[in-house]
């Protein structure tokens, strides 16, 4: 059953880290729908564990716990080439401005201090969870320019190396009526075609 005052628009996949089950049962009943999963974990360990396995959109997690807590879950959740853009929402019941400071340096992407106020939150996770969607739409298409353009770059290199070993056979038989002629004309493309490539790859 969908909470009360649930904001989310779109389905997710969330992993919730805490040492306290009672934490962890109350985020999964106020934070869970029909769109929304809610995965949970004990403990830093546990919850990178998971988190390598893939599929989760958004961690919440706590500073203070056993086995690893979450100050060196975010390092090495920022430091994994596949989790390095994954949004990370600290809670935790410290008032403690210095703790914050230091999730924020290792990572964290933002914070929500306990008691939490489950609507509250399923609103800041909601735009937290869009946003990071939204910038990974950015990220791909950047990866698809820079693709397009490295086989830009690979298709003008094969015709500079194509047309520069025609000119030098053409060059080689210049003694013969027209070739050198041709070999001008052809030189005289070849720089156009240059003058254009670098253009393009301006």
């Given at each position: 059953m969908e909470a009360e005052g649930q904001a989310w628009l779109e389905a997710a996949q969330l992993l919730v880290i805490d040492d306290d089950p009672i934490l962890r049962e109350f985020a999964h009943a106020q934070l869970s729908s029909q769109k929304v999963t809610i995965e949970l974990a004990c403990h830093g360990g546990e919850g990178l564990a998971r988190l390598r396995q893939g599929g989760i959109d958004l961690v919440l997690v706590d500073l203070d716990m056993p086995v690893m807590d979450g100050f060196e879950l975010i390092r090495q959740v920022r430091g994994d080439e596949d989790l390095c853009d994954l949004p990370i929402?600290?809670?935790?019941?410290?008032?403690?401005?210095?703790?914050?400071?230091?999730?924020?340096?290792?990572?964290?992407?933002?914070?929500?201090?306990?008691?939490?106020?489950?609507?509250?939150?399923?609103?800041?996770?909601?735009?937290?969870?869009r946003s990071a969607r939204e910038e990974d739409r950015i990220?791909?298409?950047?990866?698809?320019?820079?693709?397009?353009?490295?086989?830009?770059?690979e298709i003008i290199s094969l015709y500079e190396d194509g047309m520069t070993r025609l000119l030098h056979t053409l060059l080689d038989q210049a003694a013969q009526p027209g070739v050198a002629r041709l070999a001008a004309e052809l030189e005289r493309l070849n720089q156009a075609i240059r003058d254009q490539a670098s253009k393009l790859r301006a």
């Amino acid at each position: 059953m969908e909470a009360e005052g649930q904001a989310w628009l779109e389905a997710a996949q969330l992993l919730v880290i805490d040492d306290d089950p009672i934490l962890r049962e109350f985020a999964h009943a106020q934070l869970s729908s029909q769109k929304v999963t809610i995965e949970l974990a004990c403990h830093g360990g546990e919850g990178l564990a998971r988190l390598r396995q893939g599929g989760i959109d958004l961690v919440l997690v706590d500073l203070d716990m056993p086995v690893m807590d979450g100050f060196e879950l975010i390092r090495q959740v920022r430091g994994d080439e596949d989790l390095c853009d994954l949004p990370i929402v600290v809670i935790t019941g410290r008032d403690d401005m210095k703790a914050i400071d230091r999730a924020y340096a290792a990572g964290a992407t933002a914070f929500a201090q306990k008691p939490l106020n489950w609507k509250v939150l399923s609103y800041k996770l909601a735009y937290i969870l869009r946003s990071a969607r939204e910038e990974d739409r950015i990220r791909a298409k950047a990866r698809s320019l820079r693709q397009l353009v490295r086989a830009q770059d690979e298709i003008i290199s094969l015709y500079e190396d194509g047309m520069t070993r025609l000119l030098h056979t053409l060059l080689d038989q210049a003694a013969q009526p027209g070739v050198a002629r041709l070999a001008a004309e052809l030189e005289r493309l070849n720089q156009a075609i240059r003058d254009q490539a670098s253009k393009l790859r301006a």
